[in-house]
């Protein structure tokens, strides 16, 4: 990346009384996996990013600070994806934008999710099928930058393949990814590059160990 190309999320002592100091660059189309121990403050950490819990430090997308924008904008363009996502209606198409079930029928169709799954009640679909749908709404909203909370933790390998067959498609068109992830074999496949939260630090993996 040119010097003079800002990265596409800059993360600078980041922390919470419970989390960092944690710094990185992440580049446009790029995936950097997060691995650390249950309770190492990783899913703090990208709510720290998403803005979504108080601390201090500095974040930047694209070079612009995150206090230029309102929380709303900010967490448009940089999306946290729970591991366990919030719903707040009971069918499927009042949690997506207005006009997209085109795009969300052949996206779902790539992750092998089951005809017909609109009309069914959000309460009614498996765990799965709620994770793979949180992460197209997710998808749909075309952020710059994603921040993902074990997206495919309850997935099958067959899902999972196709997870990230499609996230890598969408990095290649230029999103960024911050994947957290209790695999190593994941971790290997999508990071170019692999951190571990230590200490509430982030480390690259060979200093972790």
Known sequence: MPASQPSRLSIRALQSPISGPCSLELGAGECIAVMGASGAGKSVLLRLIADLDPGSGEVLLNG????TFSGP?????????AAEPAWWGPSVMEHFPQGSQSALLEMASELGLRQGFIGIPLAQLSTGERQRLALLRGLLRQPQVLLLDEPTAALDDTSVAAVEQLLQRCQQQGLSLLWVTHSQAQAARVGQRCLQLVDHQLLPMEAAQ
């Open 64 to 67: 612009q600070p995150r206090s």
């Open 73 to 81: 904008a900010w967490r448009q363009q940089v999306i946290y994806l």
